[in-house]
């Protein structure tokens, strides 16, 4: 059975920090795309960052470069989204999702295979 298991959301003001954990199971962690979107009511889940770890590949949203980092933990199956320096606009839930590396052709929501349920963070000014 996959899984994938967020933690870490929650309340911060505005420049805080917080990081977001995706533990994930069921699968062979280094065959597969895991990362992050997030979505606002209202509004088209997007994709905030990605890594795949067997081709070093790394994806961030243009307008999260410098403040959003992506890593991992493999011997744990867990990826990572430390978040610096947050904004109002950053509220919303964040998921974790995976795909294979070998199928993935786009970054979007329909490319992935896998979602986890999803954690809230709100960003106070």
């Known amino acids: 059975e996959v899984q994938l298991v967020e933690s870490g959301g929650g309340l911060v003001q505005a420049g805080g920090s917080l990081r977001l954990s995706c533990t994930a199971s069921?699968?062979?962690?280094?065959?597969?795309?895991i990362g992050w979107f997030r979505q606002v009511p209202g509004m088209e889940r997007e994709g905030v960052s990605l890594?795949?770890?067997?081709?070093?590949?790394?994806y961030y949203l243009d307008s999260l470069k410098g403040r959003f980092t992506i890593s991992s933990d493999k011997p744990k199956n867990t990826v990572y989204l430390q978040m610096n320096s947050l904004k109002p606009e950053d509220t919303a839930v964040y998921y974790c999702?995976?795909?294979?590396?070998?199928?993935?052709?786009?970054?979007?929501?329909?490319?992935?295979?896998?979602w986890g349920k999803g954690t809230l963070v709100t960003v106070s000014s």
């Open positions: 999702a995976a795909v294979k590396a070998s199928t993935i052709e786009i970054i979007a929501p329909y490319s992935m295979d896998y």
């Open positions: 069921g699968f062979t962690f280094d065959d597969y795309v």
């Open positions: 890594i795949s770890m067997s081709a070093s590949y790394t």
